[in-house]
């Protein structure tokens, strides 16, 4: 049975209770912080990331936020920063970027439901697991750059598949 079967009743919740049902269907830990926000914490093959998605009104925007702890050494921000560039390069469904001051790599989406529309369950569930697949897939290069000599461009090699698991 897909996710569009199991939550078919769905269309006219708020977009956070949408995300809990599916957070619920995954068996993921999840914190409710408001009615409007959700923390999550996903297992991935390289890492447990922690999502918050939280809805914004004003903006008819659910916003996606998912992180990893991150902690270059001194001299490796240039080559860490050339390559989040890269990676955004690779990547449509959001960005990253990394917040130095937290020691967090982030990946950051903002799906508009501009108009009233309201997000599927399905739509959420895709935006969950592509923030996890785009993390899994360039983790192993945030890491060689950040821990080795390697340069951006060779370190992105290890990323220039796609990455399969699941979420």
Not at 13 to 27: G, K, N, Q, R, T
Not at 109 to 121: I, R
């Amino acid at each position: 049975m897909s996710i569009a079967e199991d939550f078919a009743e769905m269309d006219d919740l708020h977009p956070i209770d949408v995300v809990e049902s599916l957070a619920e269907y995954h068996a993921w830990e999840f914190d409710r912080v408001t009615d409007d926000q959700i923390a999550m914490a996903v297992e991935g093959q390289w890492r447990t990331y922690s999502l918050t998605l939280a809805w914004s009104a004003q903006d008819e925007t659910l916003r996606l936020i998912c992180t990893f702890e991150m902690e270059p050494p001194e001299g490796r921000q240039a080559p860490l920063y050339d390559l989040i560039n890269r990676c955004n390069d690779m990547v449509w469904t959001g960005a990253f970027t990394w917040w130095a001051e937290q020691k967090l790599m982030v990946w950051r989406y903002g799906l508009v439901l501009a108009g009233g529309h309201s997000a599927s369950a399905e739509q959420v569930d895709t935006l969950i697991s592509q923030a996890i697949l785009a993390c899994e897939r360039f983790y192993p290069a945030f890491q060689l750059v950040s821990w080795s000599d390697q340069m951006p461009a060779d370190a992105l090699k290890v990323a220039i598949a796609e990455a399969y698991g699941r979420c």
